[in-house]
């Protein structure tokens, strides 16, 4: 098993373009997760997933969106990229029986605007 | 608001001392609370759970609801502990899951 895939692993966009960001997970996990990690302030929640064709926004939703129409797939979009969102990207995913909260992180993306 | 605090940024100490990660977290409801570890160049991974009640890598932590705290302790540092450390709190039945700023523990020989 891969576990949990982000693609890229880095990129460097322009202010205003935009790109999307890819997590796959092969564990069959129904919920998944984006983070940004920024230096003093850990990791902050930005969108997540509770199931396949779901979304719901966490502490800093601003600025991006998300699709999970396939339940291994979460992909986080930025449609006007700004120098804020310049940042370390953090997807995880973890099962959605009661009890097993354990979540699976991958590698991250880091992502720099300029 | 659901809040996790972790007041120390980094937190050095010399190897076989004892060691404590402070977090408190905010939250009305039942927390399902965790701590994270992320060494160096690898993925963040789970250390410990409050509701496993478990010991790893010679770390415990347990919830005090009382004082909204779940601390995490380890009496005898190691070189190998170094790390950035997270406590995190689940709640919405846990499908919502946010962490608190991190603390680097660094120790030295």
């Known amino acids: 098993n891969a576990g949990v895939t982000q693609t890229p692993k880095f990129r460097v966009l322009k202010t205003g373009q935009s790109m999307t960001l890819l997590c796959a997970q092969d564990?069959?996990?129904?919920?998944m997760y984006w983070y940004r990690q920024d230096p003093g302030m850990g990791l902050r929640l930005i969108h997540y997933?509770?199931?396949?064709?779901?979304?719901a926004k966490g502490e800093v939703p601003d600025g991006y969106n998300v699709s999970r129409l396939k339940k291994q797939n979460f992909l986080l979009g930025l449609e006007s990229a700004a120098p804020s969102q310049t940042s370390v990207y953090f997807c995880?995913?973890?099962?959605?029986?009661?009890?097993?909260?354990?979540?699976?992180f991958g590698p991250g993306t880091r992502l720099t605007v300029t | 608001a659901q809040r996790v605090t972790q007041p120390e940024k980094l937190l050095s100490v010399f190897k076989g001392a004892p060691v404590e990660l402070k977090c408190n977290y905010s939250?009305?409801?039942?927390?399902?609370l965790f701590w994270y570890v992320q060494y160096s160049r690898q993925r963040l991974q789970l250390l410990l759970r409050?509701?496993s009640r478990e010991s790893i890598k010679g770390f415990t932590a347990d919830l005090n609801k009382g004082e909204t705290s779940f601390h995490l302790k380890k009496p005898f540092a190691q070189e190998e502990d170094s790390a950035m450390y997270y406590c995190a709190l689940g709640y919405s039945s846990a499908s919502k899951i946010i962490f608190g700023s991190g603390t680097r523990l660094s120790i030295r020989p």
């Open positions: 995880s995913s973890r099962p959605g029986t009661s009890g097993n909260y354990e979540q699976y």
């Open positions: 997933s509770v199931g396949e064709g779901t979304t």
């Open positions: 939250y009305s409801g039942s927390p399902e």
């Open positions: 564990m069959n996990h129904e919920y």
């Open positions: 409050h509701i």
